[in-house]
């Protein structure tokens, strides 16, 4: 049976969306394929219980028959790490936790995909690295990166070394077409150099490094306030409009794709903000409702106005985690997923 465990040199590069994305290939192949979590590290709070959104999109996506308890063995929550610095969890039980579950969901399988746990590093402090969890499973390593330039290899290097001979290879993910002859002509050949596979590489794409006006007014508790403005533009990135009105239009017209957060008073900000072409909706806080005349600018303009009770520094929060975890929550971007893998990544030979 094939083991393959998906980490990361950072967190957000893409590993969830990956790690099904690679499974459901291998299912299309014919394969019977299982997945498993073994450290929950993307939590939320569902029926009094703290549980990893991941663990339940792959259940779902894949259609497995399992326990989420099975899926994720270890929910490494902030609590699950003050108990670890008491002493009140064992790393050796932990261990064997994970093994035990593991076996369960293999069972009959012909490919377990592993899903790690933030980055390469995450879990050390309970003696459950990525690099650890492979050895206790005897698993394959596949290391997701990205690349803007040649100060990342140095993490590829780090992981590598701490890997050996687990280390299946690196795939490259989100890279921009500036970067990429620089990577393939002058990255890939010096890792090759120093005995480092690249297994392929995902060029950034729009639907996967974005989400939806709408998605992130569900992300962060938004209330519509424009009724004509539609929703369907996409967010990459947003800019915080808590300077003078020259000085954000400047910052304003530099970006793209951006939701831009103010304060719900701060109506010249708001003005200036649907002046630039590159913002895609209006993020206001402190539940302060905008003047008629900027709603009616707005609608002109064709863009989405929200109104967030919270203040200005929560809701930068709030943005920043719905923008770094909305992108792999449907079956639509896992399946687009798929389709890039299935230009760069060889599922054959990965799993020969």
């Not at 990893?52 to 028959?65: V, W």
């Not at 610095?85 to 592993?114: H, K, P, V």
């Not at 206001?284 to 967030?308: C, F, H, M, N």
Request: net charge negative.
């Amino acid at each position: 049976m094939k083991r393959i465990l998906v980490t990361s040199t950072e967190p957000s590069t893409g590993k969830t969306a990956i790690t099904i994305a690679l499974a459901r290939r291998a299912q299309q192949a014919g394969n019977a394929v299982g997945y498993m979590k073994p450290k929950g590290t993307r939590l939320e709070s569902a029926v009094g219980k703290t549980r990893d959104e991941d663990p339940m999109l792959a259940r779902e996506l894949l259609d497995l028959d399992a326990e989420m308890h099975e899926l994720e063995p270890v929910v490494y929550s902030p609590t699950f790490v003050q108990e670890m610095l008491r002493g009140r969890e064992d790393a050796t039980a932990l261990r064997e936790r994970i093994t035990e579950n593991f076996e369960t969901l293999a069972e009959g399988q012909d490919a377990m995909f592993l899903e790690g746990g933030g980055q390469l590093w995450t879990g050390g402090i309970a003696e459950l690295t990525d690099a650890d969890v492979a050895e206790v499973l005897d698993a394959e390593v596949v290391l997701v990166s990205r690349y803007s330039d040649a100060g990342d290899l140095d993490d590829v290097l780090a992981a590598a070394e701490t890997l050996g001979d687990r280390l299946t290879g690196v795939l490259f993910n989100a890279v921009d077409g500036v970067t990429l002859d620089e990577l393939n002509e002058d990255a890939i050949p010096f890792l090759r150099g120093r005995g480092i596979e690249t297994l392929g590489v995902v060029e950034r794409d729009e639907q996967l490094a974005s989400i939806s006006v709408a998605e992130l007014g569900d992300g962060i508790g938004g209330t519509l306030v424009t009724s004509d403005a539609p929703t369907d533009g996409r967010v990459e990135r947003f800019a915080v409009g808590a300077m003078g009105s020259g000085s954000a239009l400047e910052q304003f017209r530099r970006t793209r794709n951006a939701a831009v957060i103010t304060g719900g008073d701060r109506s010249d900000i708001q003005t200036t903000a649907l002046e630039a072409s590159g913002v895609e909706c209006l993020v206001l806080t402190g539940g302060y409702r905008p003047s008629q005349a900027v709603v009616g600018k707005a609608e002109d303009r064709g863009v989405p106005i929200l109104l967030v009770q919270s203040d200005t520094s929560t809701t930068i929060d709030r943005v920043e985690e719905a923008l770094r975890t909305g992108r792999t929550r449907s079956e639509a971007t896992i399946e687009r997923m798929e389709a890039l893998l299935g230009d760069s990544v060889d599922i054959d030979t990965l799993l020969s």
